[in-house]
């Protein structure tokens, strides 16, 4: 068990405190358009029957080591992991499948013979060098369809990922698709890869060879140029299917050409975690440079079981929410971020009462209202409709008390109006 660090007092002062490297404040500037892609993600996928699950940011570290592998760069290089005050060893989520499949086993949510349809919005948390895209706490939306072996689980998970992408605007994608087979496919490929990588391998730390021993097919991932290169004529694992494999795999094919889903099968593809099986898939866009991959996904039908529930096929995906962002700024998409429609101001003390009452109705009709809080000048009210960006100013002196009436004024043709107090809702709805 590593040592704890233990803190003796420590004494704060004036000081400036930044964020901590790796991590990004969301501010409202940014935040809506965020809100919306989470908004397009849940109505998507509400289409066919996801329902949300949402689970603890840290986990105890051993559902990683279970479902990623030990030998994975997530649990040997990245994963913050730290031994809490009552010395458990566990970590902050460096993936959202495991945490579900865990939750899916400890309540029971896709009891045998049925299908269970989850999609989850998460932060992940990874150690690494942070760059453009790849954050240490990163985010991510996500699917899990549980209870199905069919490749028409798999269609329907990739068909919905290419759909979200397309609905907020991200035309260049591109699915590339590959299957790795099951367990007597990976023992004849296993042989193949370390016989392949042999000399490549002889040149290796020991723990590097163990790791490669372990699971071979780790070594078509490595970023090593050398190891990279020997990949490219590595024969494919396609070659080594079984049959029900390669049947379910054709079956795939087809299914996203019914459903016109662009793809290009990509025998290189393996995926870094050790649960995936069958079907495994990137989708990549052509505005993310080297670091081209905006998610990826696959099949796992041990994971269930490895965690002590039932056998129960799955087939998920993770989609990266600031990978995503990136592709929209450089494509020049943008969301116009939200704006009050109307700002009260109070022209004349004698109305303060009368402007706090419109701006609650205003409210409770669902219109988004703003009102000055510190007793501030006309003047100085009005600079903070135009800030705000209000599209309508809403005017209460003591000529409108008198008339039982509202000055309602459009911010971008200057035009005004006497409206009805009693009717001031039902204008404002009717101009917008």
Known sequence: MAPRLRLGPVKIGPMRIQAPRGTDDLLPSQSHRWIH????????????????????????????????????????????????????????KPEGTAGVARAV?????????????????????????????????????????????????????????A????????????????????????????????????????????EERAKAEKNPLRLLDSKDPKAAELAKTVPPILNYLEDESKANFETLQQLLNEAKVPYKVMPDIVRGLDYYTDTVFEVLSTK??????????????????????????????????????????????????????????????????ACRAITRDLRAAGLETQIDLDGKKM?????????????????????????DAVLLRNLESGDQVSVPRANLVKEVQGRL
């Open 37 to 92: 892609l989470e908004n397009e993600f849940r109505a998507l996928t509400s289409l066919y029957g996801y329902r949300e699950v949402r689970t603890p940011t840290f986990e105890e570290i051993e559902l990683f080591i279970r479902t990623s592998g030990e030998t994975s760069d997530i649990v040997s290089k990245e994963m913050y992991d730290f031994y809490d005050k009552g010395e458990r060893h566990v970590c902050l």
């Open 288 to 353: 993310l440079g080297a670091q081209s991959s905006l998610c990826g996904g696959g099949r796992y039908d041990n994971l269930v079981k490895e965690l002590g529930g039932p056998a129960t096929p799955s087939v998920g995906v993770a989609m990266g929410i600031e990978r995503a962002m990136i592709v929209l700024e450089e494509s020049g998409i943008e969301w116009p971020a939200p704006r009050p429609a109307v700002f009260v101001v109070q022209a004349t003390e004698d109305a303060a009462q």
């Open 379 to 403: 003047g100085n009210q009005m600079k903070q409709a135009d800030r705000a960006g209000a599209k309508f100013v809403a005017m209460i002196g003591t000529d409108e008390l008198a008339a």
């Open 163 to 206: 759909k979200f992408y397309e609905r907020i605007g991200i035309q260049d994608v591109e699915v590339q698709l590959n299957s790795i087979g099951r367990a007597e496919c990976r023992a004849r490929y296993r042989e193949v890869v370390l016989n392949h990588f042999a000399p490549y391998l002889a040149d290796c730390a020991e």
């Open 105 to 161: 086993v400890e309540h029971s949510l896709c009891p045998q013979g049925q299908v269970a349809r989850l999609s989850y919005i998460t932060p992940i948390f990874r150690y690494g060098r942070p760059q453009k895209g790849r954050l240490r706490e990163a985010h991510q939306v996500g699917l899990e369809l549980m209870g199905s072996a069919s490749p028409t689980a798999d269609a329907e998970v990739i068909e919905i990922t």
